[in-house]
């Protein structure tokens, strides 16, 4: 089958969260799938043209029109691509050689250039796809320009467009329509939302088939609480919105041979992790203690749980354990926490920063995960956690309640602890239940390890589901 990957991030040329990760993992697991051809196609984006390590070459240059504008395309192709997996990179130096990806005052511009540039790419090159999948909002215009303008050319098409997180919708004023797009008057209703020009209902209301992250998420959006406005159209697509839950790149994250680990370990070995538990109460400058220690790796957002977080965190660390938190975000957020830990040094240490080295270290050092986001689509940290054998405590919604499967010590099911319903006194009974099992019976705490790494995480299922959904559109 013919794929084509259309997304505004893709590791490890370039990532600001879960999105990158996933456009890295999941267009070369389709790759390895006998009879595959893949093609990614990215923004050439400042950082990733002056890479060293990305090598390129030109294939085709030409222009494409925004209303009365008319904007170069470079077409560019990593040159370590191969047959199954081609990597493209549109080039447009006023749009997207500037320091950053987003948040710019023409990102609507710059997108809706990029999804009408990647159409014409193809057409340039004869690649013809029979899928076009693109993500989020940045590729949204992909579906539209392809009916409005490009059908002629690539009649097998059919698009899927999948959600990573409804909060990002790409938003323009009503004038965006006649200024910028250029489409036939009849696609204004389609492009149009609350009063807005709206990328992602666009692509909800026309790719054949519109995904998410997670099962749950994708019932999850039928609802105003986690939809941001897009409920009702979210809902009128009905069995055309499915959820597939993402995996993990389980090479990269691997605890038998992660190199930032200082000593490495697997679910048939578990000694390693005791001593990455030591290494790091003392990088750290936590007091070496057999107490528990919990973890986060997350940026300090309120939808990440950070808010009922700062409500338990006093009452938390009157406990004998230890809290190891890595990120950045808000500023309210990074004062509180940090206050706290100056009162508490040898019990709480807050890392305002992001180095993935030092996240694997707490992956691999830490004995309980938390993650009591207020929403969270599928969410990775979670998945990394139980890989590395660290007990994840979480809110059930999205993601997380389709990974991490209540534990229950009777019976020995499970992977992990939940709480239903978000606010801190549940999210600190969950946390509770899970110190009580780890000092309790620490062998069956040890089996609960052992099967959270043993779980597939992988690429593999996903790739497969989304096969099966790519071929009942041919
Ligand atoms: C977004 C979501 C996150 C998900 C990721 C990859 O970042 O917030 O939950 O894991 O996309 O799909």
Redesign the pocket.
């Known amino acids: 089958m013919k794929i084509a990957m259309v997304a505004s991030e893709a590791a490890p040329f370039i990532k600001t ?3 990158g ?2 456009l890295q993992a999941l267009p070369a697991e389709l790759a390895r799938i006998k009879g595959n051809e893949v093609a990614l196609y990215l923004p050439y984006y400042k950082k990733i043209k002056y890479d060293p390590k990305v090598e390129t070459e030109l294939v085709s240059s030409f222009t494409v029109n925004l209303t009365w504008r008319q904007q170069y395309v470079g077409l560019f192709r990593w040159k370590n691509g191969n047959k199954n997996l081609q990597v493209y990179f549109l080039d447009n130096e006023y749009y997207f050689c500037r320091d950053g990806l987003y948040g710019f005052y023409d990102d609507g511009e710059r997108f809706a250039f990029f999804a009408k540039a990647t159409l014409a790419s193809m057409c340039r090159i004869g690649q013809r796809p029979e899928i076009i999948h693109c993500h989020d909002w940045q590729s949204a215009l992909v579906p539209i320009y392809l009916e409005a303008e490009y059908r002629d050319r690539l009649p097998e098409a059919r698009t899927v467009f999948t959600i ?2 409804v909060e990002y919708q790409g938003k323009a004023g009503p004038e965006f329509f006649n200024e910028v797009l250029g489409l036939d008057d009849l696609w204004r209703g389609v492009c149009t939302h609350d009063g807005c020009i709206n990328f992602m209902k666009a692509a909800v209301v026309k790719a054949d088939l519109v995904t998410t ?1 997670s099962e749950t998420y994708a019932k999850e959006l039928r609802y105003p609480y986690f939809a941001h406005g897009l409920s009702g159209v979210l809902a009128s697509r009905g069995d055309k919105l499915r959820g597939i839950t ?1 995996g993990i790149d389980v090479e990269t994250y691997d605890p038998a041979r992660d190199k930032a680990l200082v000593r490495n370990y697997s679910a048939d070995d578990l000694n390693g992790k005791q001593t990455c538990k030591q290494a790091l109460q003392w990088e750290l400058g936590l007091a070496q203690s057999d107490a528990p220690l919990l973890a986060m790796v997350t940026r300090l957002a309120s939808h990440k749980g950070i808010d009922i977080l700062c409500y338990i965190i006093r009452r938390l660390l009157e406990r004998d354990l230890q809290l190891v938190i890595v990120g950045t975000g808000e500023a309210k957020y990074e004062h509180a926490l940090q206050s706290v830990a100056s009162e508490f040094p040898q019990k709480f240490s807050m890392n305002l920063k992001f180095d993935s080295a030092l996240a694997s270290k707490v992956y691999g050092g830490a004995d309980i995960y938390l993650m009591p986001s207020k929403s ?5 940290s979670q998945l990394i956690a139980m890989h590395y054998g660290t007990i994840p405590v979480v809110n059930a919604i999205g ?1 997380l309640k389709d990974t991490v499967l209540p534990y229950d010590p009777t019976t020995g099911e499970g992977r992990g602890y939940t709480f239903q319903s978000y606010n801190g006194d549940d999210f600190l009974g969950a946390i509770d239940r899970a110190l009580a099992d780890y000092r309790g019976d620490r062998a069956a705490w040890q089996r609960l390890m052992k099967a959270d790494m043993e779980a597939d995480f992988s690429w593999k299922i996903p790739a497969q589901k989304y096969m099966e959904l790519y071929c009942s559109l041919l």
């Open positions: 969260g879960g999105l990760d996933v990573h997180n992250v993402n969270e689509p599928c969410g990775l993601g």
